[in-house]
């Protein structure tokens, strides 16, 4: 039996289903962030599903088809980073997130560490993806969606190397950014990148 259980219980046994909400992507220099909701029916347990930070690669993308098709209902937004650009990570974030807890037909919304303002019941939950199965299966939708789309933009821009940090601030991304400067999916309002668009003195 799953140890993730322990928000959905209380809620089940209002008679009560509920939407858990998370997101993939605030903090890479490029691409999108990717958020997702799911609404498992009452009493769903899965011991497999957790936090998609502490599970593999594959382990992921079978849990992505387990939870798709366990699912009452899921939704997956991609916001892009011309969207970010155009606010900021956190405030589109936020907005993503309520336009799923809104659109799915349940009074009851899990976020990680998100607070929504809105008229159903909202519980933020610090670490929500190691707490809620709900979350945590979102996790999975979020980050395998993304995932997915970093290794495309692989295919694009190949000299960036998007499939082995996803758009993650590493050294080698940093390397690439400086050599090649920023390209189309980068984020110009994150400082590295917005430092790399910056002309050269020498």
């Not at 219980?9 to 220099?29: F, Q, S, T």
């Not at 309520?98 to 933020?124: C, Q, R």
């Not at 979102?138 to 499939?163: C, W």
Request: hydrophobic share 40%; aromatic share 8%; with cysteine.
């Amino acid at each position: 039996m799953s140890n993730l259980l322990e928000y959905e219980n209380e809620i089940w046994a209002k008679g009560e289903l509920l939407v858990g909400i998370d997101e993939a992507g605030r903090g890479p220099l490029a691409g999108p962030v990717v958020i997702a909701g799911v609404v498992f029916p009452m009493g769903f347990d899965d011991p497999r599903i957790n936090d998609s930070k502490q599970l593999s690669e594959k382990k992921r993308e079978e849990l992505y088809s387990v939870i798709i098709d366990n699912a009452l209902y899921y939704e997956i937004l991609v916001v892009s980073n011309e969207e970010i650009d155009a606010s900021n990570i956190y405030a589109v974030t936020k907005e993503a997130m309520g336009k799923i807890a809104l659109a799915l037909p349940v009074n009851y919304v899990l976020t990680d560490a998100m607070p929504l303002d809105m008229e159903k019941h909202v519980t933020s939950i610090i670490k929500g993806d190691a707490k809620s199965i709900s979350i945590a299966a979102a996790s999975i939708l979020a980050k395998v969606t993304r995932d997915r789309i970093m290794k495309e933009y692989d295919a694009l821009y190949p000299e960036y190397n998007f499939k082995k940090h996803k758009g993650y601030g590493t050294k080698e991304h940093l390397e690439a950014l400086n050599t090649y400067g920023p390209c189309p999916i980068h984020r110009k309002s994150f400082a590295p990148v917005f430092q790399a668009m910056q002309p050269k003195l020498f």
